[in-house]
């Protein structure tokens, strides 16, 4: 089958994009960047991309594309509050114009379950785009699902940090609100099973679980697959900001995305029907056995997708703009040293470096960094990284992006997420020279007028002594 798929590089089309792959079917991807999408792929067999940028219409060079089906997994809820209801709306209107001048025959949304009289934001935005999408003129499938658990997922990722690091917490009265959570696994079954299903034609359908938790249960029953002891209280003079903000600084999630999951947690998403699953044979996961799969693909460090594949800047689709790092008007601390021993040893802590390792010298002084960003509405250090020993290009790096992750030509490139007056990158490069081999690690800072250079200078004695004993660390 034909398939065209928006959003792989996200959460989901991540994970969406390889099964349809190993299942042999021929998919195009419609991505903002091709590069980061090719270089990210790990089964190319049957895969192609294509460049475009739904929040503009696409190219008519692109309607003679042959394909059956189309999937619409294009969410920007971790955006501006006040930007992603019309982002949603004006991609989802790209879109379908642009299919509803292929061959195409069906498309399927992932959106949210609405069956509430008052929805939150980002509920009303997926049940707008469904509306739009069903004006392309082909037979669309939408599937409504609440809370997706899988490792990697922002809900998940939320629960985890909350029940790992809080013994005891005084949560808000959203904590009793019901949903009705569903193992991402089966999300991609129900995605997969619709493709040309007569049966799921023009048809809207719910997706979840099977049992409906309120939240304070799926908190504590994550504990229970854990083996933790957790006791949570009800506050109900907890405000929505204060929630907001709660959960910003306590978990890894970013602050956008905290205000739209805390407006959606006030909402009830309980399936109102599950007609798909007999429809498709699928047996639903309970909620401990969907942790219990989560948590042992993150032991095994087989995470196929996080939350935070998702870039954080203003304009994504300007990031990898940066792929070549300015030479004038810089700032620029630039290290040297030659490698004793293995060398791949030394790529191969390069490439770990971040996450749960750390930075190899002085980590302490990056985590108050973090902190700082954190406080300051940046992203802080809290997101890790994916995987403890690959990289790809579009990952995300604590408070960085990688640009280039090259383990043959022994390069990795990095891009500051973090909130500085200005613009950063970080490279660590191997060179081969004729005495041996040297590691290049260089710090490249282009400021944003005179607070950029103030910036820089205060920081300078602290740069010093990072940069000076991190490149150290590395190829000792």
């Not at 739009?132 to 985890?160: P, Q, Y």
């Not at 249960?217 to 907890?238: D, S, T, W």
């Not at 490139?413 to 081999?437: N, Q, R, T």
């Amino acid at each position: 089958m034909k398939i065209l798929l928006t959003g792989s590089t996200g959460y989901i089309g991540k994970r969406l994009l390889q099964q349809l792959l190993e299942q042999g079917h021929e998919v195009t991807c419609l991505v903002r960047n091709l590069e980061r999408m090719m270089n990210s792929v790990q089964n190319p067999d049957g895969f192609k991309g294509i460049e475009a940028d739904l929040l503009n219409p696409v190219p008519e060079s692109f309607y003679s594309l042959d394909f059956d089906v189309a999937f619409f997994l294009i969410h920007s809820m971790s955006t501006s509050i006040n930007e992603f209801m019309t982002e949603e709306a004006l991609s989802a209107k790209n879109f379908a114009d642009f299919v509803g001048q292929t061959a195409c025959k069906q498309i399927i949304y992932l959106s949210g379950i609405s069956n509430s009289e008052k929805l939150s934001r980002h509920l009303q935005s997926r049940k707008n785009v469904e509306g739009i999408l069903r004006d392309s003129g082909k037979h669309l499938t939408v599937l409504r699902a609440g809370i997706i658990v899988g490792s990697g997922s922002a809900s998940f990722e939320i629960i985890r940090d909350l029940m790992e690091k809080m013994p005891i917490i005084a949560a808000p009265q959203w904590v009793k609100t019901l949903c009705q959570p569903v193992a991402v696994g089966n999300v991609i079954k129900y995605l997969s099973g619709c493709m040309l299903n007569p049966a799921t034609f023009d048809e809207t359908f719910d997706i979840g679980g099977a049992e409906i938790l309120s939240y304070k249960q799926m908190l504590l029953q994550y504990a229970e697959v854990r083996g933790l002891k957790r006791r949570i209280f009800v506050v109900p003079f907890i405000s929505p900001r204060i929630s907001s903000y709660w959960l910003y600084f306590v978990t890894s999630t970013s602050y956008y995305l905290a205000v739209n999951l805390v407006n959606s947690m006030k909402v009830e998403v309980v399936c109102k029907e599950t007609r798909l699953k007999d429809i498709l044979q699928i047996t639903p996961l309970t909620y401990k056995d969907a942790c219990a799969r989560a948590l042992e693909r993150i032991n095994l460090d087989t995470v196929q997708s996080s939350w935070t594949d998702a870039v954080s800047i203003k304009k994504p689709g300007l990031l990898f703009q940066n792929l070549e790092v300015p030479e004038f008007g810089i700032l620029r601390d630039r290290r040297s040293v030659r490698i004793i021993g293995d060398h791949e040893r030394v790529l191969n802590k390069e490439f770990s470096i971040g996450g749960n390792t750390g930075w190899y010298y002085a980590t302490w002084i990056w985590q108050i960094r973090g902190l700082i960003d954190k406080m300051v509405g940046g992203v802080g250090l809290r997101r890790g990284r994916r995987n403890a020993s690959e990289l790809n290009p579009g990952d995300s790096l604590d408070f960085w992006r990688v640009l280039i992750a090259d383990k043959e030509k022994m390069r990795l490139l990095l891009f500051a997420e973090m909130k500085v007056p200005g613009e950063a990158w970080l490279e660590l490069k191997i060179v081969k020279k004729k005495d041996g081999y040297y590691l290049y690690q260089t710090a490249t800072f282009m400021p944003k007028g005179l607070s950029g250079r103030v910036y820089w200078f205060l920081l300078l004695p602290i740069h010093l002594l990072m940069f000076k004993g991190m490149i150290k660390a590395i190829a000792k």
